[in-house]
């Protein structure tokens, strides 16, 4: 199984803070990475896939990039409502394997 | 409306059976493939199952395979996971997610998820 590593496991940062998460996969993936977005008792909402496309209605201040086994989602300009859990997610072979999370406060 | 609607989740005792279901509407079911996603409580996300177009391949984690079965019904735009011999450690927020292989390679649709309980 591929082991996909989040870091930091949690940030605190101020509204308009660049934020970024790093996932690093335990071996190469290419460009088939995900990253999601999950609130409290809320399904993940897909922000970002082939490593750095947005999906449709996402907001441009997230960003995506990477490719092999190193990936960073990028936060341009932290706002209020991006107070999350955000998880990477590898989808290069069976069985399709997610990292820790992260979790994002606003200070 | 893009939707997916779980069902089925409850409490049940060690050893014992569960059926969830999943209802999707407002997007080509049959042509999707289609996974069930798990959260323990506080916990990450862990991919659990998922199945091909037509139910022509399956594929299972391996702390499931051989207890879990996921199935479809494409007539009436279902999914379902069938748990047996559930253990503790199943206890989770069960997640339907469509598994978009054709574009994203991500899961773009998910269901608000049903709770599975497993206790004594």
């Known amino acids: 199984d591929i082991q996909m590593t989040q870091s930091p496991s949690s940030l605190s940062a101020s509204v308009g803070d660049r934020v970024t998460i790093s996932c690093r996969a335990g071996?190469?993936?290419?460009?088939?990475l995900s990253w999601y977005q999950q609130k409290p008792g809320k399904a993940p909402k897909l922000l970002i896939y082939a490593a750095s496309s947005l999906q449709a209605g996402v907001p441009s201040r997230f960003s995506g990039s990477g490719s092999g086994t190193e990936f960073s989602l990028t936060i341009s300009s932290l706002q209020p409502e991006d107070s999350a859990t955000y998880y990477c997610q590898q989808s290069y072979t069976g069985p399709w394997t997610f990292g820790q999370g992260t979790k994002v406060e606003i200070k | 409306e893009v939707q997916l609607v779980e069902s089925g989740g409850g409490l049940v005792q060690p050893g014992g059976s569960l059926r969830l279901a999943c209802a999707a509407s407002?997007?080509?079911?049959?042509?999707?493939?289609m996974s069930w996603v798990r959260q323990a409580p506080g916990r990450g996300l862990e991919w659990v199952a998922n199945?091909?177009?037509?139910?022509?391949?399956?594929e299972y984690v391996d702390s499931v395979r051989g207890r879990f079965t996921i199935s479809r019904d494409d007539a009436k735009n279902s999914l379902f996971l069938e748990m047996h011999s559930l253990r503790v450690e199943d206890s989770a927020v069960y997640f339907c997610a469509r598994d978009d292989v054709d574009e994203t390679f991500g899961f773009d649709i998910w269901g608000q998820g049903t709770v599975v309980t497993v206790s004594s």
């Open positions: 407002g997007f080509r079911f049959r042509d999707s493939w």
């Open positions: 199945i091909k177009q037509s139910g022509t391949d399956e």
């Open positions: 071996q190469s993936i290419s460009t088939y």
